[in-house]
């Protein structure tokens, strides 16, 4: 469920699987998991230890994980884009506060709060809320850029904060890729996960790393990421420009965030400030919920040990 929940927030535009991986207490698992498909896995594989090699890579982990993300990615597409164009105030109100409280949430994990701690979160904003603000543009379908577009979009997927799926937007593939998968186009499909696992294996060892090091400022970095896109997220937008999706449908391409006052002057429709603040609180409590529901375990897991 942890990755239908991952693959589902991958699919949006503005919403990162990587939040979700740290709302739900993997994050640091994930990217050992991950970290662990190394040349002593290789070894293992070369002599035909398939057990020792699964146990090596935490493969029942990742097996569970990556199905749940396929799986929500496949088949939560349609649902999602069905919400983000009949219930875009709600569905972005949502994961506005979603995102807020997983800032809050992140940003407890930090020890010590020091200079350099500060610029780090301060370096977070600033660079999530540029990558915001970057106008799609138009890109060559090529084999090599979806294989460069598959390394960096997973490493936007694996960064709380960073969306995959909206640096995919912003390289032009974002309604490409969408398509391949809907049209099982395999080649393509193959191509951007070679791309995948390639940015996968060598980015989440640079992250776990930093934070193994330089744990306080990465972590700081990280919730900045999350408040910077943000900017994203804002439910009440104005369009700007449009693009044709692969059903010859026209939807918005570039939008501007406007005050919820302005809105029904720009777009004709109600700002439903309501029902927006209720999917805020809804983010918020679920995210609060799992919090405690993973302090619990961790609590009866301490009093069985003892």
């Not at 598959?150 to 960064?159: N, P």
């Not at 744990?215 to 369009?239: C, Q, R, Y």
């Amino acid at each position: 469920f942890k990755g239908v929940a991952m693959g589902g927030a991958d699919v949006v535009p503005g919403v990162s699987g990587g939040t979700i991986a740290f709302i739900t207490g993997i994050y640091g698992q994930l990217l050992d998991s991950i970290k662990s498909v190394d040349l002593e896995a290789l070894r293992l594989l070369s002599k035909g230890r398939l057990n020792a090699l699964w146990t090596h890579v935490n493969g029942s982990f990742l097996l569970v994980l990556l199905s749940g993300i396929a799986l929500s990615i496949v088949s939560l597409a349609k649902v999602l884009h069905f919400l983000l164009e009949d219930y875009p105030i709600q569905l972005w109100s949502f994961f506005f506060g979603l995102i807020i409280i997983a800032a809050v949430s992140v940003s407890r994990e930090i020890r010590q709060w020091k200079g350099a701690v500060i610029l780090s979160g301060i370096l977070g904003i600033i660079i999530a809320f540029f990558i915001t603000e970057v106008s799609p543009a138009e890109t060559p379908n090529a084999y090599w850029f979806v294989l460069l577009s598959g390394a960096l979009a997973i490493c936007a997927m694996i960064l709380p904060g960073i969306s995959g799926s909206f640096i995919l937007l912003i390289l032009g593939k974002y309604a490409f890729i969408l398509e391949a998968i809907n049209a099982r186009n395999l080649a393509v499909i193959a191509v951007f996960g070679a791309g995948c696992i390639i940015g996968l294996l060598s980015f989440a060892r640079l992250v776990s790393w930093l934070l193994q090091k330089y744990h306080d400022t990465a972590v700081a970095l990280l919730a900045g990421f999350m408040i910077g896109s943000l900017n994203k997220i804002w439910p009440w937008k104005e369009v700007l420009s449009t693009r044709i999706n692969s059903k010859g449908e026209e939807v918005p391409l570039v939008t501007e965030n406007i005050l919820p006052g302005e809105y029904m002057t720009a777009t004709g429709m109600e700002p439903l400030i309501v029902q927006s603040i209720v999917f805020m609180l809804l983010g918020i409590g679920i995210v609060v919920l799992l919090e405690q529901f993973a302090n619990r375990k961790d609590n009866k897991a301490e009093t069985s040990a003892v």
